[in-house]
């Protein structure tokens, strides 16, 4: 009888440890696919800001990222209250220091009424041949489609390619609100998706690519649009906005 009771508890602890290391993976599984890897290698997410500071971004053409750009909340935010032309005093896009040919970014926004802003990819970060980053690079905008005079324009409001391709259907929230979007670019594929759904879809650097671009606002602009390879930017248009949980993965 003894010999059976002891028995009994050996099965129970074993059962107990299986239990623990199951419920410790499936913790670290979770832990893994909310918080993005930092390593470099191919098809693991990179993570683009840590939530705390700007560590990995720069002020398009300066070595470090303008005052008007502070971390509040978790967030980047683009403190646009001293305002300079156009843009932000001490403010300015800001860049990643890698860049990516092939990747798969997602990132959260929101902008305050009446705000523009943009996610520009593939920039070029010749300053002696480009002044600005959209000089090289494409853009999703960033837009409170309800406020801001530009929502008017077909190919200028949330979600759109900007000045080429609007997108479809629209699901942007209201200003004040987070976005959540993606931007996928893989040969030349290119794809965005915002709040869960695809919004757009095309085709880089073909024939019908080139036609486009020559009947948009970049056709003056030498390059534009044919950079395979390039940095993420984060637009100051001196409003307020706000982005997060960025991350991307090489393809």
């Known amino acids: 009888m003894l010999k059976k009771y002891i028995a009994g508890l050996a099965l129970l602890a074993l059962a107990g440890c299986q239990s623990t290391d199951q419920e410790t993976n499936t913790t670290t599984m979770a832990d893994n696919e909310q918080n993005p890897t930092t390593a470099e290698s191919e098809g693991e997410w990179i993570s683009l800001f840590d939530g705390e500071t700007t560590k990995g971004w720069h002020t398009y053409g300066k070595d470090a990222v303008g005052k008007a750009w502070i971390v509040d909340d978790g967030a980047l935010h683009l403190d646009a209250s001293n305002k300079k032309d156009w843009q932000t005093?001490?403010?300015?896009?800001?860049?990643t220091e890698d860049e990516f040919d092939n990747f798969h970014l997602q990132l959260e926004w929101k902008v305050?009424?009446?705000?523009?802003?943009?996610?520009?990819?593939?920039?070029?970060?010749?300053?002696?041949?480009?002044?600005?980053?959209?000089?090289?690079?494409?853009?999703?905008?960033?837009?409170?489609?309800?406020?801001?005079?530009?929502?008017?324009?077909?190919?200028?409001?949330?979600?759109?390619?900007?000045?080429?391709?609007?997108?479809?259907?629209?699901?942007?929230?209201?200003?004040?609100?987070?976005n959540q979007v993606e931007i996928i670019s893989n040969n030349g594929n290119l794809v965005f998706h915002q709040n869960g759904e695809k919004v757009l879809e095309t085709t880089l650097w073909d024939d019908n690519w080139r036609q486009m671009v020559a009947k948009s606002k970049f056709a003056d602009m030498p390059n534009w649009g044919t950079f395979k390879?390039?940095?993420?930017?984060?637009q100051d248009h001196g409003d307020n906005v706000w982005y997060r949980n960025i991350r991307i993965k090489r393809l």
Do not use: C
Not at 144 to 168: E, F, M, Q, V, W
């Open 229 to 234: 390879s390039g940095k993420i930017a984060l």
């Open 112 to 178: 305050a009424e009446n705000g523009n802003s943009g996610i520009i990819f593939y920039v070029n970060e010749d300053t002696s041949k480009y002044k600005y980053s959209w000089n090289t690079g494409l853009e999703m905008q960033v837009l409170d489609n309800n406020g801001h005079p530009d929502a008017k324009i077909k190919t200028h409001r949330a979600g759109d390619l900007y000045d080429l391709i609007a997108s479809s259907p629209e699901t942007v929230k209201p200003a004040g609100e987070w």
């Open 89 to 95: 005093s001490d403010g300015g896009d800001i860049v």
